[in-house]
């Protein structure tokens, strides 16, 4: 439910949201990066290449996810390392590297509906290292997903 939700901030005529059974590759091109807007989910060089080459209505390209749009059906990837790093650099104002990059379907652990095990509500050992975890939030870039910031 909640990256339909998320979908729907952007696109909000999707009705429902899939994982991607298979990886897909994406030529993303000069001309894509030339057309691209910087810090947005829906027109970042990566969206504009996965829009031309797939004949979608949308994308949105996060860091992390990736959803592509046809009708009313959004499709999940998760974006590797190797896309992470480009859309960081290109929301940066560097350039994002014309060439061959891929997406990747969720593995079975990373499905969506997928039910993950539960912390410990109770005091403990557990839960003191999951509260003082440290997160390191990078700057500069596109809102994250879910935000009110999200373009």
């Known amino acids: 439910m909640a990256a339909l939700h998320t979908v729907q901030q952007l696109f909000p005529n999707v009705t429902k949201v899939v994982d991607a059974k298979k990886d897909s590759k994406i030529e ?34 996060s860091v992390s996810t990736a959803y592509l749009i046809k009708d009313n059906v959004a499709t999940r990837y998760l974006v590797p390392p190797s896309v992470a790093r480009e859309i960081i650099a290109f929301d940066r104002n560097a350039v994002f590297e014309p060439g061959e990059y891929k997406l990747n379907a969720p593995t079975e652990s990373a499905k969506l509906n997928r039910t993950h095990g539960s912390i410990k509500a109770s005091g403990g050992k557990d839960n003191e290292k999951i509260s003082k975890r440290f997160r390191h939030k990078t700057e500069g870039i596109r809102a994250s997903l879910g935000s009110k910031n999200v373009v």
């Open 28 to 61: 993303v091109t000069k001309r894509d990066t030339s057309s691209a807007t910087v810090r947005n989910h829906k027109a970042c060089a990566m969206a504009v290449a996965c829009k031309r080459k797939m004949d979608l209505d949308g994308v949105i390209m």
